[in-house]
C-alpha cells in the first residue's frame, strides 16, 4: 500500500498544475515544429507543381497538315517526359492574341502572321534546361516538319534554383528548430522532476529500484507527449481545412499525404523527446549524492 501510495506520488496527480503547464510549453513547441515539418513537406509538392507548369512551345510548319499534327501530339503525349499536351491551331493562337493585346494582327498584316503549335507540360525530373534541350533536339529529329521548340531557359533556370535554395533554408531551419525543441522540453521536463529530487531521494534510500522508481515519471511523460501531440496536430488540421477552404486549389500542394506525416511526425517527436528527456533526467538525479542536492 506504501509503494503503490509512493508510486502515484513520485508520477504525481494525472492533470496537475505542472502538467498542464508542461502541456502548455511542449504543444507550442511542438506546433511550431510540426509548422516548419509542413513547410518542408508542402515546399516538395510546390517544386513539383511549378516545375510540370512550365510550358515548352513544339512550333510547325505552316504546311504540315492539321492530321500530322494532331498524330505527333499523340506521339508527344505517349513520351516519357510530357505530362499534359495541347493542340493549339492557328485560328485559336490568333484568338488568344486578340485577346490578349487586345489587337487583331490580320488588320494590318492582311494574314495570320501566328503558326500552330502544341504545347507540351513536362514532368517535374525533366523540368530543367538540359533535358529541356535534349527534347528539343530530339523531337526535330523525329519530325522535320518541327520548326522550333521554345522555352523560357531563364525561368527555368531561375526556378530551379530558388527551390533548391528554399529546400536547402528549410531543412536547416527544420534541424534549427528540432534542436531548440529539445532544449526547450528538456528544460521543461527537468524542471519538473526537480521538484520532487528529495523523493527520489527518499526511495533509493529505502530500498526501491532504479526501474520503479522510473516508471511513474517516464509514463507521466509519455501521456504528456501523447496529448500535446494530438492538441498540435488539432490544431495544424484546424489551421489547414481554414486554409484549404479559403484557397481550395491548395489542394494539388497540401495533399493528405502530406498532413499525414505531418501529423505521425509531431505526435512520434512529441512522445519520443518527452520520454527520452525524462529518462535522462531522472538518470541524473538517481546518480547523484544527497550533499549536492541542496546546491542545484
Request: hydrophobic fraction near 50%.
Amino acid at each position: 500500500m506504501q509503494t503503490k501510495k509512493r508510486k502515484q506520488h513520485a508520477g504525481s496527480t494525472a492533470w496537475d498544475m505542472s502538467f498542464i503547464t508542461s502541456g502548455i510549453s511542449t504543444t507550442l513547441v511542438l506546433l511550431l515544429l510540426g509548422l516548419v515539418t509542413f513547410f518542408v513537406l508542402t515546399a516538395r509538392n510546390l517544386s513539383v507543381y511549378v516545375k510540370e507548369n512550365i510550358n515548352v512551345s513544339v512550333i510547325v510548319a505552316d504546311d504540315m497538315k492539321e492530321a500530322d499534327i494532331l498524330k505527333l501530339q499523340q506521339q508527344l503525349a505517349q513520351a516519357p517526359f510530357a505530362r499534359h499536351t495541347e493542340y493549339i491551331s492557328k485560328e485559336q493562337a490568333l484568338r488568344e492574341q486578340i485577346a490578349a493585346m487586345g489587337t487583331d494582327p490580320q488588320e494590318f498584316l492582311g494574314y495570320n502572321p501566328l503558326r500552330a503549335s502544341i504545347e507540351v507540360k513536362l514532368r517535374a525530373r525533366y523540368a530543367n534546361a538540359d533535358s529541356i534541350a535534349r527534347i528539343g533536339r530530339l523531337i526535330k529529329q523525329q519530325n522535320g516538319q518541327v520548326q522550333e521548340v521554345r522555352y523560357q531557359e531563364e525561368l527555368t533556370d531561375l526556378v530551379n534554383r530558388n527551390i533548391s535554395n528554399i529546400s536547402l533554408l528549410l531543412l536547416a531551419m527544420a534541424l534549427l528548430l528540432a534542436l531548440i525543441s529539445f532544449a526547450l522540453i528538456n528544460n521543461t521536463i527537468r524542471l519538473t522532476i526537480y521538484s520532487k529530487r528529495f523523493l527520489i531521494h527518499t526511495m533509493t534510500l529505502v530500498g526501491a529500484s532504479w526501474r520503479f522508481i522510473r516508471r511513474p515519471f517516464l509514463w507521466r511523460s509519455f501521456r504528456l507527449g501523447v496529448t500535446a501531440g494530438i492538441i498540435a496536430d488539432v490544431l495544424l488540421g484546424v489551421a489547414t481545412w481554414s486554409l484549404l477552404r479559403y484557397e481550395p486549389e491548395l489542394t494539388r500542394i497540401v495533399t493528405p499525404g502530406v498532413m499525414l506525416t505531418v501529423w505521425f511526425s509531431v505526435l512520434l517527436f512529441g512522445i519520443g523527446i518527452t520520454w527520452l528527456c525524462a529518462r535522462l533526467s531522472i538518470n541524473k538525479f538517481l546518480r547523484m549524492k544527497e550533499g549536492r542536492l541542496y546546491y542545484i
